[in-house]
Nanobody
Framework: QVQLVESGGGLMQAGGSLRLSCAAS????????MGWYRQAPGKQRELVAQ???????YYADSVKGRFTISRDNAKNTVYLQMNSLKSQDTAVYLC????????????????WGPGTQVTVSS
């Protein structure tokens, strides 16, 4: 009943920029936290950046100063602006959101998008 769809991944040279988008659709009453994770081959999934409903943000140390997360609540969309890309940023980037579907049911669930590949060539 809720879908997250990422877009904006691709191949980029080191030092370049990419902007990822993730739109949530379906039965949505409220979106609490939205975030981006990434998973590189042979590595654990890691939280890259997160933005809460009050606008507060979190960044992994490895992306601070290079990546910026933002959200458009009217569009149920979260963005990740990635600048000064490094080969170490190569991974599948997954969008995640904590969503409450009903005003009458005060329970939120975590949803995931399928992921989008980001490849940075050195």
């Amino acid at each position: 009943q809720v879908q997250l769809v990422e877009s904006g991944g691709g191949l980029m040279q080191a030092g370049g920029s990419l902007r990822l988008s993730c739109a949530a659709s379906g039965s949505i009453f409220r979106i609490d936290t939205m975030g981006w994770y990434r998973q590189a081959p042979g590595k654990q999934r890691e939280l890259v950046a997160q933005i809460r409903s009050d606008g507060s943000t979190y960044y992994a140390d490895s992306v601070k100063g290079r990546f910026t997360i933002s959200r458009d609540n009217a569009k149920n969309t979260v963005y990740l602006q990635m600048n000064s890309l490094k080969s170490q940023d190569t991974a599948v980037y997954l969008c995640a959101a904590t969503i409450r579907q009903s005003a009458s049911l005060p329970i939120s669930y975590n949803y995931w998008g399928p992921g989008t590949q980001v490849t940075v060539s050195s």
